[in-house]
């Protein structure tokens, strides 16, 4: 039985990647099975927590400044609760720098949130522990509120590579799977609340090893093919992969499942060898081209986007052409680029900088190619027929709008009875960041 906290309200902010969404989701969960009602803003709620990223230094120092502007605005009483990975980086500094902060809690400790509640403990906690196989046990046990046609479903938490720039083996630990089981359980009680289109995610998703109930180890592309046979599931997508993990069984799904979605998102960080030698990313750039040309040739019409680190310590001009023309070469439907931010206890952190001014020309290069890429690609889909789930109304009146299974943005005309359908569309006008069309005849 779980203890009521009656009349009291929560409110969560998330920053940075899917998985702290699901870890929000999560928590969500666990206040309300708490009693708790959720809250559209801060200021009136009895528990406000900030689900934080470490990802670069600018996530970190807005952390700082919620937390300040919580502190001033927020009700009397108000418990405040930093979850995520600054907490999990930063407890102590959090502590001394914002010590009206209730609960500082991990990533992989989020389930300890229901132990609090329960007894009110909250007087300057910290609970940093990594404890997955917990977590996921815990998290089980509550009942979910999901209402959108589309959810995510951490499959595998951590990672094991160590790229010199990045947090994420610090903050989120070592590499852990969850069993095909656990995962296809919660997918079903999902499907039981309407989801059709999953989202499976991990920093390292094709990494993924998790056991059958014969205790064998199961690679990514096994956990799709149990999971597209379940009813209900109409999509399945996964992110975030690492080339080195991109294996044969999982490049051949793309050609062989038809849950499985069009659409890839494999970054390179880098088109430079030398700079992905600099990073530690254990592969080279024709490795990644080699991908590439064999995914294209089981699903020719695949969309791909990428991640892009500008400013790598040691990066040159030259490096930096190379990125351009690995980019020219592959052709993106969209990614993302970010200045290379020195985190604290990574093997790159003391490595000399680039000049920020050098960094921006390089970014707004690399952005103006990109943008150009994304427009040419929605382009050809001017006259052609895609397949949008509807999952919501659309910015204007009379319409709504949904995502194709090359996860484009598609806006149409319509009521929302049919919120939920996949529905054939024909693109009538394409903008940079989505598109827009009519329902067509089948
Ligand atoms: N596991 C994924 C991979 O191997 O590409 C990436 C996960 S990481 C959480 C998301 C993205 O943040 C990375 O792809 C990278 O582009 C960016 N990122 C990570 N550390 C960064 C840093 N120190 N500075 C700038 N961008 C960073
Ligand atoms: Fe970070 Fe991804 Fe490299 Fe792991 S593989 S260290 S999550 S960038």
Do not use: W
């Not at 947090?167 to 089981?181: I, M, N, W």
């Not at 289109?197 to 205790?215: I, K, R």
């Not at 956990?223 to 991109?246: A, F, K, Q, W």
């Not at 038809?258 to 998102?265: A, I, T």
Request: with cysteine; glycine share 6%.
């Amino acid at each position: 039985m779980v203890s009521k906290v009656s009349q009291k309200s929560f409110f969560i902010k998330t920053f940075g990647c899917q998985m702290n969404v699901y870890d929000s989701d999560k928590m969500k969960d666990i206040f309300i099975a708490n009693g708790l009602k959720e809250e559209t803003e801060f200021k009136s709620a009895d528990y406000v927590v900030l689900n934080t990223c470490h990802i670069r230094e600018k996530a970190t120092e807005k952390t700082f400044s919620d937390l300040g502007k919580i502190n001033k605005k927020g009700k009397q009483d108000q418990k405040i609760i930093v979850a995520g990975c600054v907490a999990q980086a930063e407890g102590e500094l959090i502590q001394k720098r914002a010590p009206y902060v209730d609960l500082v809690i991990g990533p992989q400790s989020i389930h300890a949130l229901d132990r609090f509640l329960k007894k009110s403990e909250f007087e300057n906690t910290s609970i940093t522990e990594f404890d997955v196989i917990e977590k996921f046990d815990t998290l089980n046990q509550f009942k979910k509120n999901h209402s959108q046609k589309s959810a995510f479903v951490t499959i595998q938490e951590g990672c094991d590579k160590f790229c010199h720039f990045c947090v994420v083996p610090y903050t989120r630990g070592a590499e852990f799977s969850r069993t095909l089981d656990d995962i296809a359980n919660e997918i079903r009680s999902l499907v039981d609340l309407g989801v059709v289109e999953f989202s499976l995610l991990g920093q390292n998703v094709n990494a993924y090893h998790g056991h059958n109930t014969l205790g064998q180890s199961q690679s990514l592309a096994d956990l799709i093919n149990h999971i597209s046979l379940i009813n209900g599931v109409e999509r399945i997508t996964y992110s975030t992969s690492h080339p080195i993990n991109m294996t044969d069984d999982l490049i051949n799904l793309h050609g062989s499942n038809s849950k499985l979605m069009p659409y890839l998102h494999l970054p390179v960080q880098s088109g430079s060898d030398h700079v992905l030698k600099l990073m530690n990313r254990k592969h080279t750039r024709d490795f990644y081209f080699d991908i590439i040309e064999r995914v294209r040739k089981v699903k020719p019409d695949i969309a791909l986007s990428s991640d892009f680190i500008i400013g790598f310590p040691g990066e040159t001009d030259q490096d930096f052409e190379d990125t351009l023309d690995l980019i020219k070469r592959v052709k993106y439907m969209n990614s993302y680029s970010f200045k290379y931010s020195p985190r604290p206890g990574t093997p790159a952190a003391d490595k000399e900088l680039i000049d920020d001014r050098i960094l921006d020309e390089r970014l707004n290069r690399l952005q103006d190619l990109i943008n150009q890429q994304q427009m040419e690609y929605n382009q050809q889909f001017v006259k052609k027929t895609v397949q949008v789930l509807i999952n919501g109304a659309g910015k204007h009146d009379g319409q709504v709008k949904g995502k194709s299974e090359f996860n484009q943005s598609v806006a149409i005309e319509g009521t929302q009875e049919i919120i939920g359908k996949i529905i054939p569309v024909e693109i009538t006008n394409v903008y940079r960041h989505s598109l827009v069309g009519k329902q067509a005849t089948l």
